[in-house]
């Protein structure tokens, strides 16, 4: 089968659903719910149904959080009861209406809440972020009574998804968030049953996945987003990465998302050293956990989606012609081309445009990353498309107008040419 035939052909999940095709948008924060409430509006059902009929078989939203002080960032869909369902129904019905299906994603950030969210954020242990510019507090370590409500909340939050028509749920296990920091060593060092050895420190993923199964039944699809290491001297590692996957599959997941990295060490953002850049091919420089993604494939049979990096058919197509994942993520892409699925599915184009947003400064690149594919986000959320050549100074202006004045989380100025310095 060649492409653009195997992007095009049908994933059958573990459960019996099937995705349509094998692209997935992968979740980015959108910040478009009401910052008081965390209540989904007519912006974000703009942006999926914009999404939705972009050609991708999946939508994976960004973050959905259990804890009004656990969010990323003010801006984020909160569930804490069923207030919301109105709001979710017509987000899930705007993304599926072209065909797509829509998976929320469900998460709380743990330690990785900043300071305006949460003074005293909650995490497995207190233990604060390092290299951070003060913008995150040093957390308080959970109570066992806490922990256990956490887990009855991220099934209720899955519970709610179904009822308002989404068609899965995922769990974000990764990028150092709260469940990423219960497995990792670094950040947990609890003695009790929730930390200490490997199997302890996996606990809290396993109840969750538990208890969602419990709440949505053995047919409504659930996945995991887990990360492949966190790159960090004494951190999680590979290994115990594999050991996570393989008894995700004795709980019937089915879908595993690889990726890597955290707020300490944001692989996930650029791969840095972690792509295997020595070798020659395409998808070795353009997936970031490829080689990852193969040793995970080893151990489990669960359906495993790459997310990380990939911009090209080719090396789309050779991640999955080889049989080391079944399906791709395409993340800060679609925020600036929302039909680029339908595209490569169509062979009509061969890779994603390129953008350039280095500035030199490690840590400003990071903040530039997010700040200008989130403001593309916002444009589409006002109904507008998205501008490929929005200045970097007014990524920038916008993001930091959002963090000044959180009640108007998408408000973004006209757009008008970037100049060629930008």
Do not use: C
């Not at 801006?75 to 804490?80: D, F, P, Q, S």
């Not at 369902?85 to 599926?96: D, H, S």
């Amino acid at each position: 089968m060649q492409a653009p035939a195997l992007l095009a052909s049908p994933l059958p999940l573990p459960n019996g659903a099937v995705l349509p095709n094998r692209l997935v948008k992968a979740a980015m924060s959108e910040v478009l719910a009401d910052p008081a409430t965390g209540e989904p509006g007519e912006a974000l059902a703009r942006v999926y149904e914009r999404w939705g009929r972009g050609g991708a078989g999946m939508l994976l939203t960004g973050n959905v959080i259990v804890d009004r002080d656990g969010r990323t960032e003010p801006g984020n869909v909160t569930i804490v009861d069923d207030r919301h369902l109105p709001g979710l129904r017509r987000w899930a019905e705007a993304g599926q209406a072209n065909g797509a299906k829509l998976w929320m994603q469900i998460n709380h950030a743990g330690r990785q809440t900043p300071k305006k969210v949460a003074r005293v954020p909650k995490a497995p242990s207190a233990i604060g972020l390092r290299g951070t510019f003060g913008l995150y507090a040093r957390p308080r370590a959970l109570e066992p009574a806490e922990i256990e409500a956490l887990v009855d909340r991220f099934a209720f939050a899955a519970a709610l998804a179904k009822e308002a028509g989404f068609s899965g749920v995922q769990v974000h296990g990764a990028h150092g968030y709260l469940v990423s920091q219960f497995l990792s060593p670094l950040a947990n060092q609890r003695d009790d049953e929730w930390g200490g050895d490997a199997e302890r420190r996996r606990r809290f993923l396993l109840a969750i996945v538990r208890a969602m199964r419990a709440a949505v039944g053995p047919q409504f699809p659930i996945g995991v987003k887990l990360n492949s290491a966190d790159f960090q001297r004494g951190g999680f590692t590979i290994e115990e990465s594999m050991d996570v996957a393989r008894a995700l599959e004795l709980e019937g997941i089915d879908l595993l998302e690889v990726s890597g990295g955290n707020y300490e060490r944001p692989a996930m953002m650029s791969g840095g050293e972690i792509a295997d850049t020595t070798r020659a091919s395409t998808t070795q420089r353009e997936a970031y956990f490829l080689q990852y993604a193969r040793q995970i494939r080893e151990v489990t049979k669960v359906p495993l989606m790459l997310t990380g990096g990939l911009r090209s058919a080719a090396a789309m197509i050779d991640a999955i012609g080889s049989g080391a994942v079944d399906a791709i993520g395409l993340g800060r892409p679609l925020a600036y081309e929302p039909d680029l699925p339908a595209r490569l599915l169509a062979g009509t184009t061969e890779r994603a445009r390129p953008v350039k947003l280095a500035t030199g400064i490690r840590k400003l690149d990071d903040l530039l990353q997010l700040m200008w594919f989130q403001a593309q986000i916002h444009r589409m959320g006002e109904g507008r498309d998205p501008d490929p050549n929005l200045s970097k100074l007014r990524a920038l202006g916008h993001g930091f107008g959002n963090m000044l004045r959180p009640r108007r989380p998408h408000a973004l100025p006209a757009s008008e040419p970037a100049p060629e310095s930008a």
